[in-house]
C-alpha cells in the first residue's frame, strides 16, 4: 500500500530564503511521486514529478526535488523564495495501475517580506 | 492551451437533494479523476474511468455515482446529500494510463465547491 507523509502543516519563510518542503513516502511497489501546488480556491497545478531515471528532477517556478529510496523521501526545494510561492503544497504517490493519487496532508507556505 | 472543464464551480445544495457535477477532460485524454477535497483538508480518490468504463474506486459514498460518456466527459451523481458532503470536488484527465503508466500526469480542473446547507 502506498503512502505519503508531509512534515510541517505549516512552514513560514522569509522572502529570498531557502524553501524546503519535505515528503516521505511508504511504498511496495517502485514510486511514481509527484508535488502539486494549489492556491487558494484555485485547482491543483503540477509541479513535478518523478517516475524513473534522474534522482533530481527539475521543476516549474524554480522547484526542484530529490529521490531518494534509501531515505524514502522526495523533498521539494527552492533556492530563494518568492512571495508569489506562497500556496499549499502537496505530495503524491500513484496507485495502483491506473494512477490516481495519494496525497499527502499538505503543507501551506508563506513567505514573509 | 485546453484545460479540464468543470462545471458549476459553485453549488449551493440542500440536504437530502440531489447534484450533479459535470467535467470536461483535455481533448485527447480517455482517463477521468475524482476528487473530493474537504476544508482545510488533501484530495482524496472518489472513482476514475477510463475509455468510459469504471477503472477504480476509491472512497466514493455508495449516494454517489458517476460516468464517463462517449465524448469523454464525466457526471458525477451525489444523492441524498449531507452536511459532510460539502466540499470542493476536482476533477483530473490524463491521456491513455498505458502510456505513462502511473506516471501519466493528472492535469486538474479549478474545481466545484458544493455546498450543502
Known amino acids: 500500500a502506498q503512502s505519503v507523509t508531509q512534515l510541517g502543516s505549516h512552514v513560514s519563510v522569509s522572502e529570498g530564503a531557502l524553501v524546503l518542503l519535505r515528503c516521505n513516502y511508504s511504498?511496495?511497489?517502485?514510486?511514481?511521486l509527484f508535488w502539486y501546488v494549489q492556491y487558494p480556491n484555485q485547482g491543483l497545478q503540477l509541479l513535478l514529478k518523478?517516475?524513473?531515471?534522474?534522482?533530481l528532477v527539475k521543476g516549474i517556478n524554480g522547484f526542484e526535488a530529490e529521490f531518494k529510496k534509501s531515505e524514502t523521501s522526495f523533498h521539494l526545494t527552492k533556492p530563494s523564495a518568492h512571495m508569489s510561492d506562497a500556496a499549499e503544497y502537496f505530495c503524491?504517490?500513484?496507485?495502483?495501475?491506473?494512477?490516481?493519487?495519494?496525497f499527502g496532508k499538505g503543507t501551506k507556505l508563506s513567505v514573509k517580506p | 492551451a485546453a484545460g479540464v472543464i468543470q462545471s458549476p464551480r459553485h453549488l449551493i445544495k440542500e440536504k437530502r437533494e440531489t447534484a450533479t457535477l459535470k467535467c470536461y477532460p483535455i481533448?485527447?485524454?480517455?482517463?477521468v479523476y475524482w476528487y473530493q477535497q474537504g476544508p482545510g483538508q488533501d484530495p482524496q480518490f472518489l472513482i476514475s474511468?477510463?475509455?468510459?468504463?469504471?477503472?477504480d474506486k476509491g472512497s466514493i459514498p455508495d449516494r454517489f455515482s458517476a460516468q464517463q460518456f462517449s465524448d469523454y466527459h464525466s457526471e458525477l451523481n451525489m444523492s441524498s446529500l449531507e452536511l459532510g458532503d460539502s466540499a470542493l470536488y476536482f476533477c483530473?484527465?490524463?491521456?491513455?494510463?498505458?502510456?505513462?503508466?502511473?506516471?501519466?500526469?493528472?492535469?486538474f480542473g479549478q474545481g466545484t465547491r458544493l455546498t450543502v446547507v
Open positions: 481533448p485527447r485524454h480517455d482517463t
Open positions: 474511468f477510463y475509455e468510459k468504463m469504471q477503472s
Open positions: 503524491a504517490v500513484s496507485r495502483g495501475s491506473q494512477g490516481n493519487l495519494i
Open positions: 511504498s511496495s511497489v517502485p514510486p511514481y
Open positions: 483530473a484527465s490524463s491521456p491513455s494510463w498505458w502510456v505513462g503508466g502511473r506516471g501519466a500526469e493528472a492535469f
Open positions: 518523478y517516475t524513473t531515471g534522474a534522482t
